[in-house]
């Protein structure tokens, strides 16, 4: 599922199972309650996007990080 433009979708509830998101495009996309837990290679800007109630795990969550320049250490 890589390069996905979902500028403007509305992906409510959806669930991205173990899903490359890699070069994927979300800009002004809903994806509130939605399950990316498995997801990984996903660059999504909170500021951009709706994501209340969305699911990370702690392994991926890097991926909304990414658009603060912040560095995550183990």
């Not at 509305?10 to 994806?31: A, M, Q, V």
């Amino acid at each position: 599922m890589q390069q996905v433009d979902f500028t403007e979708a509305e992906i409510k509830h959806g669930t991205f199972n173990t899903c490359d998101l890699k070069n994927s495009t979300f800009d002004r996309t809903n994806i509130e309650h939605a399950d990316f837990t498995s997801a990984y290679n996903f660059n999504i800007n909170p500021n951009f996007n709706q994501i209340k109630h969305a699911s990370f795990s702690k392994e991926n969550i890097s991926g909304l990080l990414n658009s603060f320049h912040i560095k995550i250490k183990n």
